[in-house]
């Protein structure tokens, strides 16, 4: 467990932005994850992946943030990938009943070739 | 019988307090005090400390001891004055004589002892005790009592030697009565006078709750410094109940290390009291285990147990207000106290009026206020059999399942502010105390989760204002318990409605989602109100085959 102070770093790739949340998933890290990804929204964009490689502890309400996106992004008709989860991650998003809404691979550039592709 | 006292090598500890108290006479000679009020917990030793100074005074000759209990004393007030009056004759002579026999011989009339008195010379004593047969024989009651209460500082003035008086449970005077229980009150302050004289220091016991009213209301205060007899130091106090096994030719199973002793926190009568039910028991060799089984022998059925109903019938009167007692005294250390108002009469089963009584009674006698480990058992014992019904052997058996899971568990507590990011500490430590028992890598992820939830649930929602969380982690070689209080609003685990991720997404409901998760983490959630707290108490049990 690092427990680093959460922060959110993400780029473009092609017509796809990638979103990396650092830290800890909690209700403040989460809104910045919303607002991240609302920019790109904004921009038009409707395929965000989010890499989960360096987040470590989560909680519920952090997770409830990922509501947001999933909704947002579901009203334009979008995607939205996740990717290198823990098992821990998965396990949880299964638990609470999230695992229908979102596609998950195992690392980005899976979901990249897909977005790209549509092809698993 | 002041000459019972333990061999002076056997008594440990007390050295200080000891040489403190044989120095009383010069300290009251020089008005720098004098009177003492030892005080310590019920057989803590405050009778044997008196008795190895009586013992002490005795032989060095310069400070004539006088020792009178009122734990057993007749406390009508004629039958008092005639046994204080020639309890301290008898061991004045034995003094002067150094002949411990003369104070022993209780049966022996005052007259007897007439010829041995002429012959010491001391004929003011006989005047003295003309003079209190005569206030018998005119049967007037006030100089009787005036008449053997001074007779210590009669006999200090007349040969100019100080007399150390020692009162043990002092308390019990205030219940000297005339013909009748409680017919005259403040009889106890007839020894202010004795009290204040300079050839007499007096060294007193009872109980802390039944003194300090008397003081204060009869000024008894003024001169009397309090002397705390703490408990035995843990080395010793394994030293004694050693020393006790080998009184009686017990030994200790090789590598027990006694730990268990460490409950009786070093109180002498308890562990005299164990080592003689393990006699009792006829145990020859004697493991960690036997001594649990030899301790609930003690708060069912042994001499602890005794000692506690014994006190505990001098507060109440019949069988009825004997169970309301219990009831009141088992609430209390399951609440860790006992709170005012009309509510206790329920507990107690009584009216209101003799609930109150019945409390303020319990509250004079300290026995309340005690945190005392030993005491709470003899009352568990107690109610698991007069209360509940269970047989001895069932009630016992509770107690010692109590401590063998307790050997085998260890317990951690850690308190949190109410802050952002605070519950990622009890992460940490969650994950620490998870290595430190082996705990499988993944899952300690999962009880990080859960108890990352249920941190935030009490800091989000409790609307606490003492902004604390309490956690107490109990780690057992079959399950670990977590117990997260927190004061503030009720949280009950009906409250928290099942909502499907489709419809929270609709409604825009994101919360609520916790205990859901710790639901599935933990084998089990439960959730309790203990007077203000929320007490969440989580369990997963741990797997030793895999
Ligand atoms: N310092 C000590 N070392 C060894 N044994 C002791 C010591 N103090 C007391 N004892 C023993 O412990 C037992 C209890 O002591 P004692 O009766 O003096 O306690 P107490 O404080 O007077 O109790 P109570 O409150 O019932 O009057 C006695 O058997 C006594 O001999
Ligand atoms: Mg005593």
Redesign the pocket.
């Known amino acids: 467990m690092k427990s680093v102070q959460f922060s959110v770093a993400s780029r473009r790739e092609g017509d796809a932005a990638i979103i990396y949340p650092k830290g800890y998933l909690n209700n403040l890290s989460g809104e910045n994850l919303v607002i991240e990804c609302g920019i790109y929204i904004g921009k038009g964009i409707t395929k965000i992946v989010v890499n989960f490689s360096e987040t470590d502890l989560i909680n519920s309400i952090g997770i409830s943030m990922l509501l947001q996106i999933i909704e947002d992004l579901k009203n334009i008709k979008g995607t939205i990938c996740c990717t290198n989860m823990s098992k821990l991650l998965r396990d949880t998003f299964e638990m609470l009943g999230l695992m229908q809404h979102m596609l998950v691979f195992p690392v980005e550039s899976d979901a990249l070739t897909y977005l790209k592709t549509g092809k698993l | 019988m002041p000459f019972n006292a333990?061999p002076a090598e056997?008594?440990?500890?007390?050295e200080p307090e000891l040489n403190y108290l044989k120095g009383l006479s010069k300290l009251k000679a020089n008005a720098l005090g004098g009177d003492v009020f030892l005080d310590?917990a019920?057989?803590?030793?405050?009778?044997?400390l008196q008795k190895q100074l009586y013992r002490i005074l005795f032989w060095e000759n310069n400070v004539v001891p006088f020792y009178y209990s009122f734990k057993t004393a007749n406390l009508k007030g004629t039958y008092f004055a005639q046994d204080y009056f020639t309890g301290f004759v008898r061991q004045y002579i034995s003094f002067v004589k150094k002949d411990p026999s003369i104070a022993n011989n209780v049966a022996e009339p005052l007259q007897r002892l007439m010829p041995t008195i002429s012959s010491l010379g001391l004929y003011w004593l006989i005047d003295c005790i003309e003079d209190f047969q005569g206030h018998v024989n005119k049967n007037d009651f006030y100089w009787q009592l005036v008449a053997a209460i001074s007779a210590p500082v009669m006999a200090a003035q007349k040969m100019g030697k100080p007399v150390i008086v020692m009162l043990d449970?002092f308390d019990e005077a205030a219940h000297l009565y005339e013909s009748s229980l409680g017919d005259a009150h403040g009889l106890i302050s007839l020894f202010g006078e004795s009290m204040r004289n300079r050839l007499c220091p007096h060294v007193i016991?009872g109980s802390a709750g039944a003194l300090e009213p008397i003081f204060t209301d009869h000024s008894l205060i003024g001169m009397t410094e309090r002397m705390r007899l703490g408990p035995?130091p843990e080395d010793l106090a394994i030293a004694?109940f050693r020393a006790h096994l080998t009184n009686l030719k017990i030994t200790c199973a090789p590598g027990v290390q006694l730990e268990f002793l460490d409950l009786l926190r070093g109180n002498?009568?308890y562990i005299?009291n164990l080592a003689k039910a393990a006699w009792k028991m006829q145990k020859n060799v004697i493991t960690e285990k036997d001594l649990i089984e030899c301790y609930s022998f003690e708060v069912s059925d042994g001499e602890t147990a005794f000692y506690w109903a014994s006190v505990f019938s001098r507060y109440v009167k019949n069988p009825a207000q004997s169970k309301a007692m219990l009831k009141l005294l088992m609430h209390a250390i399951e609440n860790g106290g006992i709170e005012d108002g009309k509510r206790l009469s329920m507990v107690s089963g009584l009216g209101e009026a003799e609930t109150e009584t019945l409390l303020n009674a319990l509250t004079t006698s300290g026995i309340m206020r005690v945190k005392d480990a030993v005491l709470h058992d003899f009352i568990h014992c107690l109610y698991m059999k007069e209360i509940e019904g269970r047989n001895v052997s069932d009630a016992r058996e509770k107690i010692e399942a109590k401590y063998i899971q307790e050997r085998e568990e260890s317990c951690f507590e850690l308190v949190i502010p109410m802050s952002s990011n605070a519950e990622l500490v009890v992460a940490k430590a969650v994950e620490q105390i998870g290595k430190n028992i082996n705990l499988d890598a993944e899952f300690l992820n999962y009880l990080q989760l859960a108890l990352i939830e249920v941190c935030i649930n009490a800091i989000e929602h409790s609307g606490s204002y003492e902004k604390k969380v309490f956690l107490k982690f109990i780690t057992r070689p079959d399950k670990l318990e977590i117990i997260v209080e927190n004061s503030g609003r009720p949280f009950s685990l009906e409250s928290i409605k099942e909502v499907p991720v489709e419809e929270k997404m609709r409604l825009g409901m994101k919360r609520g989602w916790g205990y859901k998760l710790v639901h599935k983490i933990m084998d089990s959630v439960k959730v309790e109100r203990v007077n203000d707290r929320t007490r969440v108490i989580l369990t997963k049990n741990i797997d030793n085959g895999s």
């Open positions: 333990i056997d008594f440990l500890n007390r310590g019920r057989g803590m030793g405050k009778t044997e449970d016991t035995l004694l002498p009568f005299k």
